[in-house]
C-alpha cells in the first residue's frame, strides 16, 4: 500500500448557496420545514426565490464545505462533484480551487443548471435549506478515476448524494476501489430523509463492514438505528463501525472508536449567527485530527472548534483561520 | 407639475460584487491601485479572479447600493441598469426588487455577462475594485422612459456610467426630461478617474445649472476643481450647486446648502471590516433625509450613520435594520 497522497478524497453535490435572513413568519407563509432540508424542483425554487429577501452566494455543499475546512486546517484535499458549464458553476469551481483544493470534474452541458441551495435563516440562527439539485445529480461514474479514489487515505462521501441515481452507482463503485486500496471509507448520513429513503443500503453497507468512518446526528442515528434513545442507539452501532461520531449541536458530540468512547461539549458560541456548515465543519475538524492520528478526544474537540467557527456567522466556509483557531485553543 | 411617484430614481451600473479578503501582498503582486477602482477587461478579470481567494457574491453597484439604503430607510425608488440574461443577471434583478425597488429594465441577449466587481478587501478594511463592466455599459437610451424619469422627485446619476457611450447619451437625456417636469437632478462624482476622463463634461452641466445635488469625496473635488486645497474647492463650487455635499471618511463630511454650511463627524466604527459602498450608503442617507425636506445637519448625519453601518461588515448592502438604527441615533 502506497502512502496516499491525498488525505481525503470527498465525493458530494456541488452547490452554491443563496443565503438570507427572514423572520419566523415567512417560514410559515411559504410552508417550509424549518431547520431540514428539502429537495425542490425548479419551479418551487423559482417560488422560494422570489420570496426571498435580498441574497448572498457563497459556495456550499456537504462534503465540499467539509473539505474547504480541512484544507483550511492543513489537509491535502480532492473533491468530485458536478457543475455545469456556466456562472455558478464557475464560482463553485473558483472557490474550492482557490482553498487549494483539487478539483477536475468537467463541468457538464446544456440544462440543469448548477445546483444551488435557497437557504432562510432565521433570527435564532437556525437554517431552512431548499436544494434545487441541476447538474448535482448528474455525476457519472466516469467522473471517478479509480487512480484518484486510490490516491487517498480516506474517501468521504456524502449521504445527500445517494439519492440520486448517478452518483450512488458511481459512489458503490468508489467504495470498492477504495477497499481494494486499503483505504478507509467515510460516511456522513447528511439528514434524516436520505436515511428515510435509503436506510436499507446503508444498513447494508454497515452490515457488510464496508462503513470505517459514520458521522451522525441524533435524528439520523434514530432513524437509522430505528431506536429512539441515543444511548441504545450509539450501541447498536458501536460495535459494527470502527469509528461512530454522533453530533448532537448544543449537547455536544460522542465518539466511540475500536471500543474506546470520548464526549465533548459544545465549544461556546458569542451569537448563535447562522447554522449552516455545522455537522460539515465539525466533520473537517474530526476528520483532520483522525487522518493525523490524533487521538479521539482531540478529533472531537478539533470538531466541535470548527463548528463553532460557522455557526457565528452567516455562510458555511470559514471565515476566520480555523488552524490558528485550533491551535490558540488545543495547542 | 404632480406630486412624484418616486422619490428617486436611479441610473447606475448593475453589477454583482465578488468580495474576497486577501493580504497587502496579494495587492502588490497584481499590481493593484490599493482603494481604487480600475476597470478591467475579460482577459484581465479572468487573472484576478484565478488570484483571488474563496469569494462571496453580493450585489453591488454604486447607485443600486444607494438605492437599497434608501429603500430600507423607506423611501420609494426605481433603478434602471443593464444587466446580461444569465444567472449573475438573475441575482442582480432579483436582490434590487427584493428590497422594494422598481426595476424593469430587460436583460440584454447575448454577450457580454452581467457586470461583476472584483473585490479584494485588506485587513486595514480598504476595498481594491476591479470592475468589468460586461452588459451593464451597454444600456440603451431606449431603457429610459420619460414618463418614468417624470415619475421621480430625483433623479440620481453615477458618475462611473459616464465612461460608456450608450449610457451617457441615454443620461443626458434623463437630465434632460428630468429639469423639464421640474425634477432634480443629483449627481455622485463616483471616482477621481471618471473625472479625469469627462471633467470637461461635469464642469459644463455644473456652469449650465443642470446639477441640483452633487456628491464627491476630498480626491473627486480636487479633480474637478484643479484645487487641491479642500476648502478652496468647496468654495469654487459652493456658489454654483445648490447642494453640495462632500463627504472626507473618517473625517466626516460637510454640506453646503444654498449658502448654509454644516459639517458632521464620522460616526464611530466598532471595526473597519470593509469599506465598499461607505460612500454609496452615504448618499442614501443623505438623499433619503433631503427628499423628505430634513435639515442640511440631519440629513449628513443619516449619511453618516448609514455609513458607518456599511463599514461593519463585508459587502454593501446594509445588514442592520437602517431605518431602526436612524430613529435610534437621531430620534
Redesign the interface.
Known amino acids: 500500500m502506497t502512502e496516499p497522497r491525498y488525505d481525503v478524497i470527498a465525493i458530494g453535490n456541488a452547490i452554491v448557496d443563496v443565503m ?1 435572513t427572514c423572520d419566523d413568519e415567512l417560514i410559515d407563509e411559504l410552508d417550509l420545514a424549518k431547520g431540514g432540508m428539502q429537495l425542490v424542483d425548479a419551479d418551487r425554487a423559482r417560488e422560494l ?2 420570496a ?8 456550499g455543499g456537504s462534503a465540499a464545505n467539509t473539505l ?1 475546512g480541512m484544507a483550511a486546517l492543513g489537509a491535502q484535499c480532492a473533491f468530485v462533484g458536478q457543475v455545469a458549464d ?3 458553476g464557475e ?1 463553485f469551481s ?2 474550492i480551487r ?2 487549494g483544493i483539487d478539483f477536475d470534474t468537467a463541468p457538464r452541458d446544456g440544462d440543469p ?1 448548477t445546483a444551488r441551495c435557497l437557504i432562510f435563516v432565521t433570527p435564532d440562527g437556525e437554517r431552512t435549506m431548499n436544494t434545487f439539485l441541476g447538474a448535482s445529480q448528474f455525476l457519472p461514474a466516469a467522473a471517478l478515476d479509480d487512480e484518484l479514489i486510490a490516491s487517498a487515505g480516506i474517501l468521504y462521501l456524502e449521504g445527500y448524494l445517494w439519492d440520486p441515481e448517478e452518483p450512488r452507482s458511481a459512489m458503490r463503485r468508489a467504495i470498492e476501489v477504495a477497499r481494494q486500496n486499503g483505504r478507509k471509507v467515510a460516511f456522513t448520513a447528511s439528514e434524516s430523509f436520505v436515511i428515510d429513503r435509503h436506510g436499507d443500503d446503508f444498513r447494508a453497507l454497515i452490515e457488510e463492514g464496508q462503513i470505517d468512518i459514520l458521522f451522525v446526528n441524533e435524528h439520523e442515528l434514530a432513524s437509522l438505528t430505528g431506536l429512539a434513545a441515543f444511548e441504545e442507539g450509539l450501541a447498536s452501532l458501536a460495535g459494527r463501525i470502527p469509528v461512530l461520531v454522533a453530533t448532537r449541536s448544543a449537547k455536544g458530540a460522542v465518539g466511540i472508536a475500536e471500543g474506546v468512547r470520548a464526549e465533548v461539549p459544545a465549544e461556546p458560541v458569542d451569537q448563535v449567527v447562522d447554522t449552516t456548515g455545522a455537522g460539515d465543519l465539525f466533520a473537517a475538524g474530526f476528520l483532520t485530527g483522525h487522518a493525523r492520528g490524533e487521538p479521539l478526544e482531540r478529533c472531537l474537540r478539533m470538531g466541535a472548534i470548527c463548528a463553532a467557527e460557522i455557526i457565528g456567522h452567516i ?1 458555511a ?1 470559514s471565515q476566520k483561520d480555523l488552524k490558528q483557531l485550533v491551535a490558540e485553543k488545543l495547542g
Chains 1, 2 share one sequence.
Request: cysteine-free.
Open positions: 438570507a426565490y422570489d426571498m429577501g435580498r441574497a448572498t452566494e457563497v459556495s474547504a456556466d456562472q455558478l464560482i473558483h472557490d482557490a482553498v443548471p455562510g466556509r
